[in-house]
């Protein structure tokens, strides 16, 4: 199954990322099959360069965008639709222990 993925790039403490087309099992570190546009959260405004065309054409033949990249699509009003939850949180543990 193909995935459509953020992949870290950049120096330390100052990340940014690729959006790339990757097999779902795959490191995205390594060979991807397409890039789709770059995302840079360390500036403002942020700046989020993301190939259309090439973006809908992957989301037709079925790939499947993960949370965070499917809210940044939201964002930029490529899909239509309802924001994901991204992340899943810690559990807080209410026992007290002595």
Same mark, same amino acid.
Do not use: C
């Given at each position: 199954?193909?995935?459509?993925r953020?992949?870290?790039v950049? $120096?330390k403490?100052?990340?940014s @990322?690729? %959006?790339? =087309?990757?097999?779902k099992?795959r490191?995205?570190?390594?060979?991807? #099959?397409?890039?789709?546009?770059t995302y840079?959260?360390?500036v403002k405004p942020k700046?989020i360069k993301? $190939?259309e065309?090439?973006?809908? @054409?992957? %989301?037709? =033949?079925?790939a499947?965008?993960?949370?965070?990249?499917?809210n940044? #699509?939201?964002d930029?009003?490529?899909?239509?639709?309802k924001?994901?939850?991204a992340?899943?949180?810690? $559990?807080?543990?209410t026992?007290?222990?002595k």
């Open positions: 199954m193909l995935s459509i953020l992949s870290r950049g $120096k403490h100052q990340p @990322y690729r %959006l790339i =087309v990757v097999d099992r490191d995205p570190w390594g060979n991807y #099959l397409e890039n789709l546009g840079n959260p360390m700046e993301f $190939k065309d090439r973006v809908k @054409y992957w %989301l037709g =033949v079925g499947k965008p993960t949370a965070t990249v499917w940044l #699509l939201v930029q009003k490529m899909v239509e639709g924001k994901m939850k992340t899943t949180g810690h $559990k807080v543990d026992t007290e222990k």
